[in-house]
């Protein structure tokens, strides 16, 4: 009988084990590009970076306060040009190699150096030189002040991450070469198939809560949205279909949830210089026209929100957002056009462009939908117009369209970076052609003040200040923001799946049952 | 050299004016088409012009077609077939990782096309103008009417979600994919080598639904040649003469009448493996299939040049080599013919 009982004992502890061991499988459409620091650009690659390594700096992911990484603590010279971090004792890569002032220079070097062109090393070029001052301190000196440069620091920006001398070359991008921090250690990327990742023992935060997850890489949402139907997989992230969202949410075998606000922002943008949206009062009437309320009940079913400002309303991080741009008013449109020469009898033709699939499938909708609105003044005239998406840029970056959709996806946790790119970064990369707009010098020079001014209820002073010029220059419209892509599924036995606004799903704090 | 081999040397020498020619429609048709690659890739992002035109020049399409043209010749020459835009590996590389999951799925398709095709060509030839021959007629039709990715979501809902006897999609389950380390691609073939019992159902049963689905197109239309073809083949004077000799029944269909109408079918077959390329296209994409097919969509959708290159060639490359093959399996089922 005690023998019985001993083999019992051991079969269940075999199959405890075994339990503890059962990967946690991940779906999503999202696919890796290059897993390489210096030119790697996408929300997935550096999601796979950011499992399996970290940055100086992170974010809290319940408080989305700033606090150390690698770094344990950081001192600000006074005229914010200099900063110097002290490194956190003891970690180590999973290659055995010590993560020290040595390997955080030359990780940080190594990426300015090779700056690859689809990467976003861009994003800490405001580093001048670093200099390691010993073993666990190292001083990193600036081109100029730099309010944010925390946040650059920050392990959601993969030119920010630290790896390990020792694997990565030197001179080479070395796509998926590296050995990280942890909390995972990246076993295998199989094209178009899965990650797989296994708990790094040696990680110096809070382990992982499943020492095994894979994640599976599925062609489309029907397909993601079946998967988690069938159990096939733990829990499903992006990028799900409006009309499965509703369907997965009265699923009672699957736990579907929001986590809003979303961070992603779906805009209307004018070529400045194009006739006949050159004239600003006929892009004030269209920012009075256009129906919001439309859009997100009848394309995306009451699961993303309108917004009227440009930068999404969240604190902290954000600062500076503003409700700015006007509700639908079609007397007041109509006013506007009036003034601007276009009635019923002399209407205005306009072209309304999208493509077709790059924002998912709901974007011929979204067209027909915002034309409709913009016809039911009874002055303008729509001529709905699609291009792929690799013809879609090209003809937008070369001054083609007059109006035209975009989409936006941070690139770092800060406002300029929700207001700069169509004004004064890269108008013309960006089709907006503001370079040409009489009041360009003044929204660069009040982008130029605030991102160097490290007070943050000045610098919230001059990003209001630029989102109330932009509703009379009107350059973008904003509609909506993508709180369909807040959203995450999962089955009943699978615990700690959320999300907060850096859309990055922390895969070390989920386990099942 | 012997006949045989004067008709595959032969038929290799044909082989590359047809490349050629495929090579430089589908170089002029990228160039042709609206779409930057270069903004397909880094379009709708922060990036200066200059960076832009920094990366045109690094993937040498800012150079003259013709320069262009010679510079992907030569390397094709040389195997090179270049490097993906998207991936930044070469495509070459990209294409050999992708190429077993597709000949896994065309093969299995075939051999679903091959059964159910031979089988129901045969039952309705046998019993032609019955009931049963109208009801195997209309499947046929049915069969290659029906738009693949809707018969592939019909049946990942039927089957996988509803009744959960296989998966949705992919080549392997995600508990699978920890202890499974494949060997030659062939996933079926490397789990067999390994034994794993369990390795192995996981691997069959994601196969299942793609398979179906891919070689359902192919069975009507097998099905269809296979009846027409036997009933000709029934009506000679060989399979009287058999049945005569008071042969069994089985025995004058199986080995006197299916084997003579088989021989216009296996051209066919050959010829069929172009349009089970296409399919693969759909399937792949429906099922998550991590082929050669689904890559090229991915690709086309990127505007990656080198890697549409390189799957349409390599396509094409495939596809002759199996037209080859069936050719010279042709006079093995009919020893009448001789090269």
Request: net charge negative; aromatic share 12%.
């Amino acid at each position: 009988m005690r023998k019985l009982l001993g083999v019992l004992f051991v079969v269940g502890l075999f199959a405890l084990v075994a339990v503890g061991q059962e990967p946690l499988i991940m779906g999503t459409t999202d696919r890796v590009t290059q897993l390489a620091f210096a030119n790697s650009y996408d929300h997935y690659s550096w999601h796979v970076l950011r499992a399996t390594t970290d940055a100086l700096m992170k974010l809290d992911p319940d408080t989305l306060e700033l606090k150390g990484g690698i770094a344990e603590s950081w001192d600000i010279s006074a005229d914010g040009m200099e900063y110097t971090f002290h490194i956190r004792p003891g970690i180590t890569f999973w290659d055995g190699e010590k993560c020290d002032a040595h390997a955080v220079k030359w990780c940080l070097d190594r990426n300015l150096r090779l700056d690859g062109p689809e990467g976003g090393v861009g994003l800490i070029k405001v580093i001048d030189h670093i200099v390691v001052i010993d073993d666990l301190t190292v001083k990193i000196y600036l081109t100029m002040p730099d309010a944010i440069f925390l946040l650059r620091m920050e392990e959601s920006l993969a030119p920010a991450l630290i790896y390990s001398p020792k694997t990565t070359p030197e001179n080479d991008f070395a796509n998926g070469v590296y050995a990280g921090t942890g909390p995972y250690k990246l076993i295998e990327h199989v094209p178009d198939q899965y990650v797989k990742y296994e708990a790094y023992d040696g990680y110096y935060g809070e382990a992982p809560k499943s020492k095994y997850v894979i994640e599976k890489l599925y062609s489309d949402a029907a397909a993601l949205r079946a998967a988690i139907e069938a159990g096939d997989v733990d829990f499903v992230f992006r990028t799900l279909s409006p009309q499965d969202i509703r369907d997965l949410d009265a699923n009672p075998n699957v736990v579907l949830k929001f986590f809003p606000p979303s961070p992603g922002v779906r805009y209307l943008l004018f070529n400045v210089t194009q006739p006949p949206v050159d004239d600003p009062l006929v892009r004030q009437a269209i920012s009075y026209a256009v129906d919001r309320a439309a859009i997100c009940s009848q394309v995306f079913e009451g699961i993303v929100d309108p917004i009227y400002t440009m930068v999404p309303m969240v604190d902290p991080p954000f600062f500076g957002a503003i409700p700015v741009f006007p509700e639908r008013d079609l007397e007041k449109a109509v006013e506007l056009l009036a003034k601007a020469g276009y009635t019923k009898d002399n209407p205005l033709d306009l072209n309304l462009w999208y493509t077709p699939k790059h924002y998912g499938t709901t974007e011929a909708d979204v067209a027909t939908v915002v034309a409709g609105s913009l016809e039911e003044t009874g002055v303008i005239k729509i001529t709905i117009q699609v291009l792929e998406w690799g013809a879609y840029v090209e003809r937008m970056s070369s001054g083609g369209f007059d109006m035209f959709f975009l989409g936006w996806h941070p690139d770092y946790l800060e406002s300029s970076n929700f207001l700069a790119p169509w004004t004064t970064e890269s108008p013309e990369g960006m089709g907006t052609y503001f370079n040409n707009h009489p009041n360009y010098e003044a929204y660069k020079h009040i982008m130029e003040v605030a991102t160097t001014t490290a007070d943050p209820t000045k610098r919230t002073k001059l990003y209001k200040a630029i989102q109330i010029l932009s509703v009379q220059d009107v350059m973008w419209i904003p509609l909506w923001a993508m709180t369909d892509e807040m959203v995450m599924a999962w089955l009943p036995n699978v615990h700690g799946c959320t999300l907060n606004i850096t859309m990055d799903v922390h895969i070390d704090r989920i386990w099942k049952d | 050299m012997g006949g045989i081999s004067r008709y595959i040397a032969q038929r290799l020498l044909l082989t590359i004016p047809m490349l050629l020619i495929l090579l430089t429609l589908v170089f002029l048709i990228l160039r042709v088409m609206p779409g930057d690659p270069v903004l397909a890739m880094l379009g709708g992002r922060n990036i200066s012009p200059e960076l832009i035109e920094v990366y045109r020049h690094k993937m040498g399409v800012d150079r003259p077609i013709p320069v262009q043209y010679a510079e992907y010749l030569n390397g094709i020459i040389h195997g090179d077939f270049g490097k993906s835009f998207r991936t930044n590996k070469p495509v070459v590389w990209e294409l050999f990782q992708r190429f077993p999951a597709t000949l896994e799925l065309a093969a299995f398709g075939l051999l679903f096309a091959a059964l159910f095709g031979f089988t129901t060509g045969v039952l309705a030839a046998t019993r032609a103008d019955r009931p049963i021959d109208h009801a195997v007629r209309i499947f046929h039709v049915g069969s290659f009417a029906m738009p693949l990715f809707w018969l592939g979501l019909m049946l990942q809902v039927l089957f996988a979600v509803k009744l959960g006897w296989f998966p949705v999609a992919s080549r392997l389950g995600g508990r699978i994919a920890f202890t499974f380390e494949p060997i030659t691609g062939f996933y079926l073939l490397d789990s067999l080598i390994r034994g794993n019992g369990e390795v192995i159902a996981d691997i069959a049963k994601h196969l299942v639904l793609p398979s179906i689905t891919l070689g359902f197109a192919l069975t009507g239309l097998l099905g269809r040649m296979t009846r027409a073809s036997m009933l000709e083949v029934l009506d000679q004077d060989y399979v009287t003469t058999a049945r005569a000799k008071g042969l069994k029944e089985r025995v004058v269909i199986l080995a006197h009448a299916l084997r003579n109408a088989l021989i216009p079918i296996v051209t066919v077959f050959g010829l069929q493996f172009a349009i089970l390329m296409g399919g693969a296209v759909l399937t792949e994409t429906v099922f998550s299939w991590p082929g050669v097919a689904s890559f090229l969509v991915r690709s086309i959708e990127a505007r990656d040049w080198p890697a549409i290159q390189g799957s349409i060639v390599f396509i094409a490359i495939f596809i002759s080599i199996i037209n080859l093959i069936v050719d010279v399996l042709y006079s093995v089922i009919d020893p009448r013919v001789r090269y």
